[in-house]
């Protein structure tokens, strides 16, 4: 589909790989949007900038992989998930938008009642009773992270009427046992359903060393 006039992503459009310009359409043209993307590949830069341009609430959801350790953090919920939300904070630098006025927070109630905060960190840890709808955009990040059971706990909770992207790296996992990573058996179960999209990016742009390195295989 043709990007949107006058948005951010028109200044992206002229440096997308086919790859990127397949997945941005992807998050326009269907409900899910299933992305195995290598690191630095722009996959949740974009996401984030596909929200922006959609006037879609973002609720970006993250694994901390030491679930328990989380519960025991000092803090409230905002602190504890805070380490948690860097790649989130990059992504909307990248678009310039400032995390501090952009993300839902309770030293930030100023920005939620005027509207100016429209971004929702949740970790999974935290999601078990919550309902998904409305005009949201949801990211579910590093999916590679979650266990089969969590990406369930999740996913059940979406309505049709939100958008999903679900970013995975089949290759980065970092669960002490990546065998019960539900990433992949989400893919293949998801992928062949009607209003589902699997994307692949695989260039790296953070240069050649950073490529190299992703091409380790982990014994």
Aim: aromatic letters at 8%; one cysteine or more.
């Amino acid at each position: 589909m043709p990007l949107p006039k006058n948005n951010m992503l028109c200044g992206f459009a002229p440096i997308l790989t086919s790859e990127q310009r397949f997945y941005v359409d992807s998050i326009f043209d269907n409900q899910v949007t299933i992305v195995n993307a290598c690191a630095g590949s722009g996959k949740t830069t974009l996401a984030v900038a596909c929200a922006k341009v959609l006037k879609r609430d973002l609720i970006y959801i993250f694994s901390p992989v030491e679930e328990n350790v989380l519960g025991y953090t000092p803090g409230d919920v905002f602190e504890k998930e805070e380490k948690y939300t860097v790649p989130l904070k990059d992504a909307l630098m990248k678009i310039n938008e400032d995390p501090s006025t952009a993300i839902v927070s309770e030293d930030n109630l100023q920005n939620v009642k005027n509207g100016k905060a429209w971004v929702y960190p949740m970790s999974h840890v935290f999601a078990r009773g919550t309902n998904i709808e409305g005009n949201k955009l949801v990211i579910v990040d590093e999916a590679q992270n979650f266990t089969h059971g969590e990406l369930k706990k999740i996913l059940t909770r979406i309505h049709d009427d939100v958008i999903v992207v679900i970013i995975g790296h089949e290759k980065q996992c970092d669960l002490a046992d990546p065998s019960k990573s539900g990433f992949v058996p989400y893919l293949e179960f998801l992928q062949d359903e009607p209003y589902v999209n699997v994307c692949k990016l695989s260039k790296n742009f953070r240069g050649r060393f950073a490529t190299k390195a992703d091409q380790m295989e982990l014994q």
